[in-house]
């Protein structure tokens, strides 16, 4: 079975601090990670996922296999990353398979 | 930038009333998929469908949810008889046939619609 967990349910930081998203999951194979971003009234967007291993926003997430680990991290976080942020897992990297959702963390950047 | 589409935004309905929710996906992408969000709770796989048949469903996706692509574009969900624990925000999404083609397996989400029965 497939499982995401977002222990936080809340995150504040003041702008220009770091700020950390955790996530941890379970699953028996190789599963591609993402994170998922949604905005105040506004729709889930991609944020990044794992096999791009690319930075969007500032942000970066490194898949941590031995931890079962998909951390979120952006160095200096800003007001506009005020959103809900949500933690999904994929069964392989192919088309057509279902995504699994953390909790979400909303994340709050205060000026 | 092509979006899936969904309507309505908003949908109140009576407890046994049939609603069927609206999705227009992105329009080269042939995997299409519902989810729905429980206020307060996570966001739910409900069924994939993939060339015109239900590829994966969830627990959750019983007799009562059907979904159907009667045309070349429009992509909906069917709950014959709702219930008061159906009231929750429905998401599509759909996604491209191949990794390396337009983001690969990669899910864009609808807007979503936020349905309520009483």
């Known amino acids: 079975a497939q499982r995401v967990t977002q222990p936080e349910k809340l995150l504040s930081v003041f702008k220009g601090a770091p700020v950390e998203l955790k996530c941890n999951y379970s699953?028996?194979?190789?599963?591609?990670l993402f994170w998922y971003v949604q905005y105040s009234r506004q729709r889930l967007q991609l944020l990044l996922r794992h096999i791009s291993r690319e930075s969007i926003k500032g942000f970066t997430a490194d898949l941590n296999k031995g931890e079962t680990s998909f951390h979120l991290k952006k160095p200096f976080a800003q007001e506009e990353d005020s959103a809900m942020y949500y933690c999904a897992l994929s069964a392989t990297k192919a088309a057509g398979n279902k995504l699994t959702f953390g909790g979400g963390t909303r994340v709050l950047v205060k000026p | 930038e092509p979006e899936v589409t969904q309507t309505p935004s908003h949908q109140v309905t009576q407890m046994g009333q049939e609603v069927i929710l609206r999705c227009v996906p992105i329009s080269n992408h042939l995997y299409f998929y519902w989810y729905r969000q429980i206020l307060g709770q996570k966001v739910e796989f409900l069924v994939s469908?993939?060339?015109?048949?239900?590829?994966?469903k969830s627990e959750i996706f019983d007799d009562q949810f059907s979904v159907e692509r009667p045309d070349g574009s429009n992509f909906t969900l069917k709950i014959r008889s709702t219930k008061l624990e159906d009231s929750a925000m429905y998401f599509c999404?759909?996604?491209?046939?191949?990794?390396?083609?337009?983001?690969?397996?990669?899910?864009?989400f609808g807007p979503g619609t936020r349905l309520l029965v009483l």
């Open positions: 699953y028996s194979g190789s599963p591609e």
């Open positions: 469908f993939y060339n015109n048949e239900i590829s994966e």
């Open positions: 999404a759909s996604s491209a046939a191949a990794p390396g083609l337009a983001g690969g397996g990669t899910q864009y």
